[in-house]
């Protein structure tokens, strides 16, 4: 099945900087990359995705950017501010039989220092 | 627009208690519909999927079980609970086949003593 890793665990920034967290997955079928910022006792919020047949997507602040030959995403937060300060997910889809499976990373704990 | 609705928010169980969690979403029809499970500080993990009216695809063996008796609703059911049981327990939607996109409810903390 597939295998999603997640760097860094932590990451601290002070406000005003730009945050990266990147992924990798396992399974080159993968065609489908969302990411999820999760607030403490909150549910997973779907921030941005992107397509295997798309390099780059942005929308405001954030952006992703996908490699299909090295198998890695990222999300890129720029002009960071203390709400961005959560924890967030990428994850990895393969499509199935009428069903997209989501397999998530272990998460990174994004701390906006003020 | 679409809605999803978990209940009960929070949950206090004894090892050994039946459980049953419901899900239900509103606002569409014919969803594919996701039970995950997130224990304290770690990731999510994918426990069941349903792609319509009787239909469970189960990822992880467990004493865990799901089922989907009407179009809009998914339950999640335990016999008898296990303190490995405890986590944040989340329904997730998606209303496209083809899109991938997953929404989550608010989600059920459940606390196994």
């Known amino acids: 099945g597939e295998n999603v890793e997640q760097h860094p665990s932590t990451l601290s920034v002070q406000e005003g900087d730009s945050a990266v967290i990147k992924c990798t997955y396992s399974?080159?079928?993968?065609?489908?990359f969302p990411w999820y910022k999760q607030e403490l006792g909150k549910r997973p919020q779907l921030i941005i995705d992107?397509?295997?047949?798309?390099g780059e997507k942005k929308d405001q602040r954030i952006a992703v950017t996908l490699n299909k030959t090295a198998k890695h995403f990222s999300l890129h937060i720029t002009e960071t501010q203390p709400e961005d300060s959560a924890v967030y997910f990428c994850?990895?889809?393969?499509?199935?039989?009428?069903?997209?499976?989501?397999?998530f990373g272990k998460g990174t704990k994004l701390s906006v220092i003020p | 627009s679409q809605t999803i609705h978990q209940w009960p928010a929070t949950l206090v169980q004894p090892v050994g208690s039946p459980l049953s969690l419901e899900c239900t979403v509103e606002g569409t029809s014919n969803p594919n519909l996701y039970w995950y499970r997130q224990a304290a500080g770690r990731g999510l993990q994918l426990l069941f999927y349903s792609v319509g009216i009787g239909q469970i695809s189960s990822e992880v063996p467990q004493n865990l079980s799901a089922s989907r008796p009407q179009d809009r609703q998914f339950i999640l059911s335990s016999k008898k609970l296990l303190l490995s049981d405890s986590g944040f327990y989340l329904c997730?939607?998606?209303?496209?086949?083809?899109?991938?996109?997953?929404?989550f409810g608010p989600g059920t903390r459940l606390t196994v003593t």
């Open positions: 997730a939607w998606s209303v496209l086949r083809d899109s991938g996109e997953q929404y």
């Open positions: 399974d080159s079928a993968s065609n489908y």
């Open positions: 994850a990895a889809s393969i499509p199935g039989a009428g069903s997209y499976q989501l397999t």
């Open positions: 992107i397509r295997s047949n798309v």
